[in-house]
């Protein structure tokens, strides 16, 4: 991929003050609402246990000995160790980076602003970032909220929730000609989500997508609707077609923490995923005690292409993709 | 046989899907939040010239199809197979059918080069160059004078194609082709 002849940068320098005052614009919103800004390292010696993100690791050599570090993926556990260990509210704006395919709306390394309220819940989080966006976009920005059983049942005509495994492998091949033999009913509900409601969501205003199946939680609290269903206290942002920003009412339970870790683990050993050291520190950080507390993560590259109409990410990064 | 994973399918890529050989045209990665990745791949069917859309998971592999690029020239028809001989000097002939040939019938001019597709060995698809200088057979007399103005008038090249071209132009005259629009671009020069 190199060359030595693509010396320019990928993005113009319009582009790179308006990246600047955004950052800016950032800090400013934050300084004003004391949240305090952090830093915790990119290289970590411990990473996530995410099935479905593939990490960068790097190897030195220190006092004779080996030691492998892991590009951080995103500042989630370290930002929790610091929340456990007495830190306020925080936020972070940094580089993140995740072994993943180079596309229009995927650069290995990017920006991703990261925060974490204590004492909000994940609705209360959802109205910040409305603030926020407002600011970004000097105009009044109020997202649509829409569950993902209503989400399902608007866009693909069927209850997440109840639907048969055959339901949603027939839905599913009959959208994209894959999953007949699909038997994982989250990779079906994912295809299913990406296909057929992404496309149709947050095309004027953003919108939220709240109350997941618990079995893709994460890291959020699970929560009992009001149908008596089990859900997911996550929410994710979608807004002309791009998934902007993931966020949770923080699972502060060290117990059920453990467990998924162990299932994530379980689950990439299964697939035949490379093993990675995954880091338990969270786990003790749990169990010394987490206080109750909303996060979010935004794609900060990506909110640059909607607030520029650009259609590749590489045009919002100085140099990005072959350029790098 | 070779066989690609899903994940680094590239554009020229040709894959067997369902049976047929098919060329690669996009591959869009779609990475859910959290999840499964997949790959949203188009496709062109190299049999009947279908594209299509279909969904992969990340990482899944595809049989890699015995498709090769081959450059031949043309040498002729006897009605029923057209017969290329392939320019590396082994002297190799092949016949492709009327299927084969397709649309590139109304390009084929003797001692030319085409991009003969073949799958298993055999001719699948052919490909005319971009540009191919042609000789007006049948049209209007030219209108002595006219190069500025901006009017056209049919013609018919030697090979049976016909195409629009400037007032001026006579029987006889050796054109430059973009067989890609089926359009006139000049008079050929140096001929």
Partial sequence: MYNKQIWQPTADLTTLQYRAKVFHKIRAFFYEREVLEV???????????????EVLSTQIKTLGKHVTYYLQTSPEYAMKRLLASGAPSIYQLGKVF?????????????????????????????????????VLTNDVIISERLSYQDAFLRHVGLDPFSASLLDLQQCCHQHTEYGLEEMDRDTLLELLFTTLIEPQIGQNQPCFIHSYPASQAALAKQQIESSGARTAA???????GM???????????????????????????????MWRQ??????????????????????????????????????????????? | MASYSTSELRSGN????????????????????????????????????????????????????????????????????????????????????????????KWLKEQETYVVTLYNGAPLAVTPPNFIELEVTETDPGLKGDTANGGSKPAILSTGAMVRVPLFINIGEVLRVDTRTGEYVSRATGK
């Fill in chain 1, 39 to 53: 830093d915790t390292p990119c290289l970590s010696l411990g990473s996530i246990s995410d099935p479905h993100i």
């Fill in chain 1, 98 to 134: 995740r072994a993943e395919e180079i596309g229009r709306r995927h650069s290995i390394e990017f920006t991703m602003l990261e925060w974490y309220r204590l004492g909000f819940d994940h609705w209360q989080l959802m109205n910040e970032i409305d603030d926020l966006l407002s």
């Fill in chain 1, 234 to 240: 996550r929410f994710e942002l979608y807004w002309r």
């Fill in chain 1, 243 to 273: 998934e902007l920003a993931n966020g949770y009412f923080e699972l502060t339970d060290a117990k059920e923490q453990q467990q998924r870790l162990q299932e994530d683990m379980a689950q990439r050993a299964e697939h035949h995923k």
């Fill in chain 1, 278 to 324: 995954v880091d338990e520190r969270l786990i003790r950080a749990l169990e010394k005690g987490l206080p109750d507390c909303a996060g979010v993560a935004l794609g900060v590259d990506r909110l640059l292409m909607l607030l520029l109409k650009e259609t590749h990410i590489d045009a919002v990064i100085p140099f990005a993709g072959a350029h790098a």
């Fill in chain 2, 14 to 105: 040709k894959v067997m899907v369902d049976g047929d050989p098919c060329a690669v045209l996009d591959n869009e990665h779609v990475k859910p939040g959290k999840g499964q990745a997949f790959n949203r791949i188009k496709l062109r069917n190299l049999k009947s010239g279908r594209v299509w859309e279909r969904t992969f998971k990340s990482g899944e592999s595809l049989e890699a199809a015995d498709v090769m690029d081959t450059d031949m020239e043309y040498l002729y028809t006897d009605g029923e197979f057209y017969h290329f001989m392939l320019t590396d000097g082994s002297f190799e002939q092949h016949g492709a059918d009327a299927n084969a040939v397709g649309e590139t019938s």
